[in-house]
């Protein structure tokens, strides 16, 4: 398997645009995780899906982020509109089943947002 | 408060040297896990240890949960070792919720 896939894996944009990250899991994998990583808050959850289902998202920042997973092959992390406080590296995880049944999280290249 | 800390939070070696890492949790969280993260940004699990002690290679963890704390021991580091190692746990209230330690730098010199 080829992994966890993001697309792209660098983006500039200027501020108000709107920005469409994208994942596409490791096949099989029936949890999605979207990270954020920034050199002042460390690496935080946004939204985990299971099955395609979005389960927890009480870590998206406010309501200009969105994520969708129409597929098990496919989700979307879009930021509208974006802010220069969004600028950070956006990873992907996919995981075969829960944590707590000792899965392993395995993590995509991330895709670098700088928004201007 | 805060619920994963570790330490220190960076780390010089030269290589061959032996270092330990720790990883402080709150009792919120559970199921303790070590990741690395390479210079180039990409993050790799290292161990799913929520107690005990697992060795992979130079690398082994070992995890105290009554005590809350795991600790990382890499042993004959290399230059490859450098990076960052970030420790994380899942919330006890939402057991795929995976919150992340600050992280350890470590930079192993030639």
């Known amino acids: 398997d080829a992994g966890v896939i993001q697309s792209p894996r660098h983006e500039v944009t200027e501020m108000g645009q709107e920005v469409t990250l994208r994942c596409k899991p490791i096949?099989?994998?029936?949890?999605l995780f979207w990270y954020r990583q920034t050199m002042m808050r460390g690496l935080e959850l946004l939204i985990y899906?299971?099955?395609?289902?979005?389960?927890?998202d009480s870590g998206m920042p406010e309501d200009r982020f969105s994520a969708k997973m129409p597929n098990a092959s496919f989700s979307t992390l879009k930021i509208q509109p974006s802010e220069p406080r969004d600028s950070a590296v956006y990873f992907c995880?996919?995981?075969?089943?829960?944590?707590?049944?000792?899965?392993?999280?395995?993590f995509g290249p991330g895709t670098r947002l700088l928004v201007l | 408060g805060i619920q994963v800390e570790q330490s220190p939070p960076d780390l010089i070696l030269q290589e061959g040297a032996n270092s330990t890492l720790r990883c402080n949790f709150s009792?919120?969280?559970?199921?303790l896990q070590w990741f690395h993260q390479n210079p180039w940004g990409q993050l790799i699990n290292l161990f799913y240890?929520?107690?005990g002690t697992k060795q992979n290679g130079r690398l082994s963890a070992t995890t105290v949960a009554t005590e809350r704390y795991s600790l990382l021991y890499i042993s004959s580091s290399q230059t490859t070792d450098s990076g960052v190692y970030f420790c994380?746990?899942?919330?006890?209230?939402?057991?795929?919720?995976?919150?992340f330690g600050p992280g350890t730098s470590l930079s192993v010199i030639p």
């Open positions: 995880a996919s995981s075969l089943a829960a944590l707590i049944a000792q899965e392993t999280q395995y």
């Open positions: 096949s099989g994998h029936d949890y």
């Open positions: 899906f299971n099955n395609n289902v979005p389960i927890d």
């Open positions: 009792d919120s969280v559970n199921n």
């Open positions: 240890i929520p107690s």
């Open positions: 994380a746990g899942a919330m006890k209230t939402s057991y795929d919720k995976v919150i």
